[in-house]
Each structure stands twice: as structure tokens, then as C-alpha cells.
């Protein structure tokens, strides 16, 4: 970098000093503008123009067809079912993130004994890897050997061990279980930071007013929280709808097809079914059901984060 | 020694026009201060000077050399910031030294001039800690202590004092009177504090929304604002301004405003300004300059701040509120019925339209003191 | 006072039993790496292991290719977090203090590629990996997480960065600095602590990422812990239930080490900025 530093200097005498510092801030953004079109950009306008090819993955030889990998896709059942999978899958892991993350976070923003080590051990799931989530899981589940039977059984909940993975609808609910139990700590943490902001004033002049715990609940804190919760939402919402290891660790996207969302559905098309072009197809139309979503997180994310 | 000149210096910022053809030539060793409102442009001056910001046009020198196009590096100014800017990282040591190591100084004699500067400002015993670990006016110390250990041409302040409480900032105030006294530098001295401005500086610019108004010795921007901006600008309590008209009746001339009517000197302003059926004016008058005579305007007592030296009082003349000053011994109750006079050779006249000063101002200001006043 | 005091311990009974109840799976992990084989499988499952053997760990580490894999990941991981912190350092502080045409786009291209769903670049990413020659290699894997990381970086810092004040940059230059060195001198000291954050997460990304590792590498010498770990201890026939809590209880360390030693940065970043998941 003192190399740019002195590039910069050496043509000083020429430039006008607004110019130079203009062409070192580009010089300096230049090695992640020139990574970024290596492995983002052109790979992501690629995957454009492949999808409107038939590509035989082994072989990876590949002939034009055109819009038909689409037309294909949007006729076919189990492209609009991996869909509602994936709608299913998002809203009840997303709506089990945010209630859980709201819940702890109000809790852990209390005087606890032990409160960091209860932050860390809350906060843990989120930074393992999806790999160990689901292995941990999936030994919790067992059908024979797994505690969560066990339990069930002991508490009387239920009579017989359920098959908690192979089956429907327990498949579903245990995905977005686990999903939630992964990812609710980046509600708890996001929330946690705003609370912290919440200066105590306001509830001193509730309880002042006669408001008990609950009226300082949905007076003081929700409205404090919301911008912060339309945030962790839209990017929830973003991140769980694309969630690839989680599921297809757990599941594989079965029994079948019951739990195949969009992300599966690629993978499958592109490593199973030896079929990039229809694969590239399906990654683009997620892609579109994922812009709405992202222009609303460019619109409203920015505009509260500054 | 430094002349420091801006030559119809302007800068916009898209469309917004933060500083507007500057023009302001300030002599070497001066202390001048750049004084206004917030969003004024004072800073945006400073920060060109600096090379912090580039102009959209116009020329800035440094002495004889023209500076728009050096990086700060290379101007040979010493700044400091209302936020002081001390890196958090170093040490005060450190942090006054840092200048000379960029400019190459030896170490040995880099070592002496730092414990020269802590000398000059008592931070000796503070040289090993941390900047958070100093009070707000021990930061500031160690601020001017960075700009003043090597000795450059001029020297740039941008509302150094701010931050300070009262008491620390009417100390820092006449230290650095002293300081300019004893060094004989340049001086810019940006602040939107009219007292620091008028204690402090040789010469005055006052800025208002990115247009100089003008630029001169506190006491004759105090005497003679050139305009409405700065007569209220400059001077606590502010100066009482009434909007009227002004008439010229055959040799007299006469201000109205609602019931309030007077007769002013009949050379207060210049003539080529008055108009048949006369025009709108705003009539100033610093709050010294209100007078209590018994033969006055009839008026009324509203509210008095006594302060101590002095008591600061609103009377209600002709449902006007005006403000004046009166000695502690001068005891005043609110509703208490009293004549006010105006002292005539102090007022000030301004265009309504426009805000301009109108008055002739042949004669020098009276240099006579404020006749004493009487209950 | 005394009915205070029972309300408080009556809490913090209810909040460590949710506490117990979120992290259950995690010491359930724990304790099932613990017991010998023959205890697994016992109807009902013992809470706590009757007796404390190592052995699953001893046979991961020495009879198995686990420590392959490890510094497999060590290395991927490491190698990603310098790259992408070295060019992300340099592009965040560019984003933040320097103007040129363009650099709001380039701001909101980060943000869009923050939010982009890696299986959308992964087959255009193998078919690029494969004609260079280079799939089926660690570089391979650094190439791929760039994708994911350095946008992370890039994002996180910048956030990071605009907090630090411009008048730090602005004395450092007055004080003789040219733009570079006020970078090196001023802002890069004033941006460690994010730096650092970023770094830590950047690792955590690499370390846990699978889907690149599975599609990019299907030879065993490149295998990085997450998918080496499964191919070797999950056939459909058959798990190796003890080892695989082991291994899990391994693959952790590292994150445990770092969340340990940086919890004060951590929050600090997820104050900064949001953390991707």
C-alpha cells in the first residue's frame, strides 16, 4: 500500500488535489471491485445465461434451449411445491425466531445471576456450525435412542416414540424447530443491543403514570423495538428463505419431497439430476422471489441504519 | 510571519452554496476571528484553509504562496479541533510529537521540543497517559500543544473552547490571548461565541448563512454593524430592534412604530435613502443606550434580572418590550411606571427590506462616556 | 423485602431453566461423548454418563483422518479471513472517507451481494473452478468463501469504520500526514477493534461453511471438517453416533475459544452491524 501511497504522490504535481484523492480512494476499493466481478458479478450473470442452456453436469457439455428450462419449471409440480415448502419453512421458522429472540432477549436484559455465561450459552447456537446443529439434533431426535422421546414419554406426552425426521408433518415442524432454535440468537443479540438504548427515564415517567409491567411493555418497549424487529425480520426472512445445510442436513428435503425448499431443489437438479440448466433456472427464479425482499431491506435497512 | 488571503473564495456543496465569493485578507500576525451562527460557513473556511476541503473556486494563500492545490501536509498550519482530535491510541508524548516525527524531525530534538511545549502548557506530569484519561481541559491543552510544538505559520482554531465549562473556558480565553501575545502567529478563530470574538480578536469576520458581512475591530462592529445580522448578532442582551417607518417632515425626522412615536437627530441617516411617505426601517438600540429620565416615554416596568453589577430590565414601552441595563444601586419593580429617553447618538437605523445600515455615520462614534443613568 | 427477594430467586430459577432448556442439546452433546458405546444405547437414556471415558475422542484424533480435515479447515479458514480482512480493510475505509463517482453504488452492491443466496453463484462457481483446473483444492474453497465473506467484511467494516471520527484523519494530515499515513497512523490503530470482530466472524463463516465444501471438493484430501466429518462418520446405514457428538464437541473448540476471549468485541459488533447468518 505505500506503493499506491506513492504512486499518488508522484503524479501530485499534475493532478488537482480533489482528482488525486479521488483515484486513491478507487485505487484502495480496487481489489474488492476487481474480486467482486471475479466471483459475484460475472459468476451471477452467468448462472443467468446458463439457465437458458440444457448442460449435462458430468460432461458439463451444454446446447441452447432457450426460455424452456423456465417454461418447464413453472409447469411443473415440484418447482411450485419446493415453493410453498420454502414459504412454510420461512414464515414458521421466522415467526419462532423473532417471538423466542423478543422473549429471551427481555429476559436476559434482566438482572440474572450468571448473566454473560447465560448470554454465551444462549447466544452459542447461532456461531456453531449448521453441520454440529444438526448432528446434535438429529441424536436428539432418534427415534430409539433419542432423548426427546424419552422425555415425551416420561412426562406422558405421548405413548409411542415418534419418528420426528422421517415423516409428516413432524419433518416440517422439526426443521423449523431447529432452524429456530439455530437462528433465533441473532434476534436476541439485535434486540438485546437496542434495549440496552432504551434510556430507563422513559419507565421511571410510566410507572410514574401508573403503568404497570405490561403497559410498559407494549407502551415503552415494542414501539422502541420496532424499527429494530422490521430489520431483523427482513433479514431473517432473507437469510431463512435461501437456509441450504440446515435442511438438507436434517432432511434431505423428505420424506420425498415434503421438506425440498428452492435451495434443494437446486442442488438436487445440479448434482443428482446432472442438470445445470434447469438447476440455474430455479436459482434465478429464487433470486426474484428474493428481490422483493432485499429492495425493501435497500429502501428501509439503509435509511435506519444511518 | 503570515498574511493568510482569500480571494473570491466559494464552495458549494451541490447545490447548496456553503461559503459564497469570500473575500478576506488578514495581515500577519493577526488574531482574527471567524464569527456566526451555526451553518455560517465559518468552518467550511477554516476547513479550506486547512486543505481539508477543496474550493469550488477562488484563491487561498499562505503568505505568498497560493495553497488550493497542497495537500495540508505542506501548508505549514497548526490546527485544532472542537473535538480536540487527539489520537486515543498514543500518549500525550506522543500525540504532541506526532507532527514532528512527520516531518522528519531527530528524535533527540523532537524529545526536547515536546517537554518545551508541556512546559509552556503545564502538561508535564501527563506526558506518559492517555488522552481519556485526561479531564476535557487537559485535552484541550494537549491540542495546543500539538499545533504549537513546530512552530508553523499561522495557527487555526475551530471553536477550541466549546467544549469547556464556563469557568475553564474564561481561563483558556486569556491564556491564549496571552499565548498570541507572546508568539506574535497568525491567529484564525473560529467561533459562534461573540464574546470570545470581541475579547479576544484583532479584527472580526462576521458570517451569516455563507456571505461575509463584515469584517472589522470588535469595537467597530459593536459601534457600527453593517447590518441588522450583525447589530443582533453581536452584543449580550441583544440590541433592541423595532420595526417602524421613517419619515423625513420637513427638517425633522420621525420613526413610528404602532403607538411609539420619536423624533430622532435629523442627520442620523443619509438622506438619499428617505422616500416620500417615508420607509420601513428597523430602529436598534443597545440596551446601555436606553436611558431612564423622568421626562421620557412613559413606560413600565416588566421584569428585572439584577446580575449583580448591573441589572438587566424589560419595560414595556408602547407595548414594545425593550431591553435595558441599569446600575446596581438602581432599584426597579415589576409594574413600576418609569420615562425612558433613547441615547440619539447611538441608534442604529436598517433597511427593513434589505437589513443595510442607513445611518450617515460622518461623525466618528461619541467617544464620550454613557451618560450615567438616573432614576 | 423478604417477598423481593423471593420473586428475584423465583426468576432466576425460571430464567436459567430456559436457559438449561435452549442449551440442553449442547451439554446433551457433551455428555453423550463422554459415555463409553455400550451406555448409548441404553432404554432409557442415562442423564449422566455412568462412567467418563475418552475414548471416542482418542480414536477421532489418532485412528481416523479428523486431524486431516481439522487442518484442512484451519488452513481454508485462516487463509480467507486474511485475504478478505486485508481487502476489506482498504475497501470499507475507501467506501467511507473518499469521494469518487460511483461509490454510493458500489456501497449498495456490497449490500445487494451481503444478501445474495450462495446457491445461486455455486454452479456458474464449479463450472469456473473446473476449467481452471483448480476444483478439488483448498484454494478453491478461499476462492468460494470470498464470496460470502467478502461482502460480510466489507459491510461490517465499513459500519465500523464511519464511527470513527473524520477529525482524527483531518489532524493527522494538518499534523504533516500524507492521506496514507494518517490511514496507517490514525485510522487503521482506531479500527482494530473492529478489525478483529470482523476477523473473528469472517473465521466463524469459513469454519462453518458446508455447501461450498460439498459441491467444490469430493476428494478426501481436501475435505474441510464439516463434510469430512460426515462422509466419514454418516452412511445411510449406518452412525457413528459417539464419535459424531465428539467430533462436534471438537469442531466447537475453536468457536468457543474465540467467543470466550472476544466476548466484549463480539457485542461490540453486533452493535456495528449485522451479523450474517
Redesign the interface.
Known sequence: MTNAGATAQAIAPRLKLSTQYGLLGALLIAPTVLIFCAVIVYPLVSAIYLSLFSIYTPTLKGSWVGLDNYVALLASGEFWNAFWVNVVWTVGTLVLQVVLGVALALLLHQNIVFRSLARSLILFPYFMSTVVAVLVWRWVFNDLYGILNHAMMWMGLMSVPLDWIGSMPNAMISVILVGAWKYFPFVVISVLARLQTIPDHLYEAATMDGAGWWGRFTDITLPQLREVLFIVILLRAIWDFKEFDLIYLLTGGGPVTATQTLPLLVYKHAFALNEMGGASAVAVLMMLFMLGFMLLYFRYGRATES | MTKVTFERVHKAFGAFVALEELDLAIRSGEFVSLLGPSGCGKTTTL?ML???E?PTRGTISVGDRVV??????E?D???V???Y?L???MTVAQNIE??LR??GVARAVRREQVLRAAAQLQLEALLDRKPRQLSGGQQQRVALG?ALVRNPAAF?LDEPLSNLDAKLRAHMRAELIELHQRIGKTMIYVTHDQLEAMTMSDRIAVLDQGRLQQFDTPLEIYNRPVSLFVAGFIGTPAMNLVKGTLKADGNRLVFDAGGLSLELPPALVRRDVLREGGIAVVLGVRPEDVLLATDGERATVKVVEPTGHESIVFFDLMDHTVVGRVGPDVRLAAGEPVGLTLNAAKLHVFAAEDGRRLNADLQPPATQAAPSLVA | MRRFGWSRILFNLLAWAIVFVVSFPLLWTIVTSLKPQTELFLIPPSLLPGEVTFEHYAKLLLETRFLAYFSNSVVVSVATTVLVVAVAVLGAHSLVRFAYPGRERLAQLVLFTYLLPSVVLIIPLYLLLVRMGIANTLFSLVVAYTTFALPFAVWLLRSFMAGIPQDLEAAAMVDGASRMGAFFDVILPQALPGIISTAVFTFILAWNEYLFALVLVNQDSSRTLTTGVITMLVTSFHIEWSMLMAASVMMSVPVIVVFAFLQKHLTRGFGAGAVKG
Not at chain 2, 488550493?68 to 501536509?73: G, I, Q, S, T, V
Request: glycine letters at 4%; charged letters at 20%.
Open positions: 476547513r486547512a486543505g481539508l477543496q488550493n492545490e497542497l495537500p495540508p501536509a501548508r498550519l497548526a490546527m479541533f472542537q473535538s482530535a489520537y486515543p491510541h506526532y507532527p512527520k516531518r500539538r487555526l
